[in-house]
């Protein structure tokens, strides 16, 4: 269906003939023909109509079970949501696809997620009163989709019967010290080419704005002040400014109604998303927030976690060869269609048993390529093992001799690594999202030839004598000055392979002032020593024998992250940065170390 239709049209659409045979990884068959309205008005509040498509099946008269979906994306032509609103709706399900407010058919004024938590509670009230309705109301989706469930699952409706968020870290909060904060921060440090690109198109503020000129996205991302570059390129009004400017820990973000330690939830979930996508830590700790913090036995024993192999909102795309980059990542394939269905088929219409029989974690192992599964995050035969770092004369550089070993060092040196901020340390693959850029892609790829640059610091195993197996949050525990009042270290797992290819796994970064919390910031002294720790965030991935664990340490990771000025000002409204150097210290006063969660065989 394509194409604007006008409000209250109403549109019967047929499901296809007889279904074919169905393979374990294939959607289970429809089972009856839907009828599609537009553009239904959907009251709120405060006096403001969004507009909702109503997918209603037309088997019998009655009231159904309903799923809700909202998007920013428009809800007419975005396949995100028309194509989960088909096929929820040729088996059994009311549906209910709605633009955000400010965003297409809706009214009122756009702005990330501030409104969606009340939105989305009005919406279900709207959905409870309705003759169709049987009351009890599913949220779906991917994305801003899985954000804006998050967010209402904090409001607690007593009609929010289920729901899967799919790739919906952003709506995690202050909690666990994360401030994610719609995937606009990772460890408190901007995500800059994921904002930028996102912002220019389907952040806007105008609901048919111009598209900006051509540009190249790589002189605008090192364009200074970064806050004005939204502007630079003629680029539609949008919360980027705001976003910049309001830092962790600022009361902005507590009007979001992003998820906190505090928060309560009582809503049955499984959680989804995907290693190389942005924030599957986060969703494996919104699994255990929701968990923790539910209000009944319902919630609290009926959370579930899926995390694959793919990039963004790419789970249920999973082949034989699933592709990220790269690398292929094997057979990366799941039920997920029938586990949806067969999840709101329980929780809305009282049939079967959901996923009583499905392990409450399940999760992809890189490199090994399968999957395995746990009733807890983290599994609990994991256990923290230390890689110490150490070099003899200095590890910069893949011809450097830096190394990692699980001995401890018993002499004590250091590394130091140049940060130039005319010449960042650059991206390649990783948890990277939603750019706009085609040079920004995520996924697995060869770092090989980034390792003959000595603004990198490289330290390696020996080939391992057995498969090295983690399923876990990496970590690097590193002691650290610099000269400046502040500096980043970006951290990255690289797993060797015989052939010399260094593969990235998993990646982070950590900014000096933010060494107490992203909402703590705290000048550095110049050469003083700092412990701190890098998140590398969760993974779960297989170094196959005859393998090396590497381990990269650099003063950036652009335009993944935002450039570090150095200087201890604003980083957004400045345009004077200063080059810096950083120095790693090791040894038995100062045991720097890469932390790895290691299961047994």
Not at 89 to 115: C, I, L, M, N, P
Request: aromatic letters at 10%; hydrophobic letters at 35%.
């Amino acid at each position: 269906m394509k194409g604007r239709l006008a409000a209250g049209s109403v549109v019967a659409v047929l499901v296809a003939g007889p279904a074919r045979a169905q393979d374990r990884f294939a959607p289970p068959a429809p089972q009856n023909e839907y009828g599609m309205e537009n553009n239904v008005p959907v009251p709120m509040r405060d006096g403001v109509t969004l507009a909702a498509d109503l997918y209603l099946p037309k088997s019998a008269a009655g009231r159904f079970p309903v799923i809700l979906l909202r998007t920013p994306y428009n809800k007419d032509s975005y396949r995100g949501s028309t194509g989960p609103a088909e096929f929820f709706a040729a088996r059994g399900f009311a549906v209910v696809s709605q633009d955000v407010r400010g965003k297409w058919s809706s009214d009122g004024e756009y702005q990330v997620q501030s409104h969606d938590r009340d939105d989305g509670y009005d919406t279900m009230e709207w959905i409870a009163r309705q003759p169709w309705s049987n009351g009890k109301v599913g949220t779906y989706g991917c994305s801003y989709l899985g954000e804006v469930q998050i967010l209402l699952a904090g409001a607690r409706h007593p009609n929010h019967a289920a729901a899967v968020p799919q790739a919906a870290a952003g709506g995690l909060g202050s909690a666990g010290g994360y401030w994610s904060g719609f995937g606009a921060y990772e460890n408190g440090v901007f995500s800059l080419s994921s904002a930028f690109g996102w912002f220019l198109g389907a952040g806007a503020k105008d609901k048919n704005p111009a598209p900006p000129d051509r540009f190249e996205f790589a002189t605008v991302l090192r364009s200074r002040p970064s806050i004005e570059m939204v502007k630079r390129v003629g680029g539609p009004r949008s919360d980027f400014e705001d976003f910049l400017r309001h830092r962790p820990g600022d009361r902005y973000w507590a009007t979001q109604g992003y998820a906190t330690d505090s928060t309560r939830f009582d809503v049955p979930a499984i959680h989804v998303n995907s290693w190389l996508d942005y924030g599957a830590e986060q969703t494996l700790a919104l699994f255990n927030l929701f968990k923790r913090n539910a209000v009944s036995p319902k919630a609290r024993d009926n959370q579930y976690v899926i995390i694959s192999p793919t990039s963004h909102c790419a789970s249920e795309r999973a082949t034989e060869h699933t592709v990220v980059g790269e690398r292929d990542m094997g057979d990366a394939r799941l039920g997920y269609w029938s586990i949806y269905l067969a999840w709101f088929d329980y929780w809305l219409k009282g049939i079967g048993d959901g996923v009583e029989a499905m392990p409450k974690v399940q999760y992809y192992v890189t490199g090994l390529n399968a999957w395995r599964s746990s009733n807890v995050w983290p599994v609990p035969e994991m256990k923290p093992v230390s890689y110490y770092l150490a070099s003899g004369k200095a590890a910069n550089g893949g011809s450097g001799d830096g190394r990692l070993s699980l001995a401890a060092g018993t002499r004590a040196g250091k590394d130091t690594v140049s940060v130039d901020p005319a010449n960042p340390f650059p991206s390649r693959g990783g948890t990277i999202c939603c750019t706009g850029n085609p040079a920004d892609q995520p996924g697995v790829f060869d770092q090989a030839d980034l390792e003959q640059r000595t603004d990198l610091l490289v330290y390696t195993t020996p080939p391992l004598g057995a498969p090295v197996t983690v399923a876990g949050p990496v970590r690097a525990k590193l002691f650290v000055s610099t000269e400046t009042r502040d500096a980043d270290i970006a951290a990255k797992l690289i797993d060797v392979t015989p052939d010399g290819k260094s593969w990235n796994v998993v990646d982070g970064i950590a900014r000096l002032r933010l060494r107490n919390g992203a909402d703590k910031p705290e000048l550095v002294e110049p050469g003083r020593v700092y412990e701190i720790e890098v998140n590398l965030k969760s993974i779960a991935h297989q170094f196959k024998a005859g393998h090396r664990i590497r381990l990269h340490l650099a003063g950036s990771n652009f335009p993944q992250w935002e450039l570090n000025s150095h200087t201890g000002g604003n980083i957004y409204d400045e345009t004077e940065y200063l080059p810096t150097r950083t120095t790693i210290h090791f040894g038995p006063a100062r045991p720097s170390a890469l932390l790895l969660p290691v299961v047994p065989k």
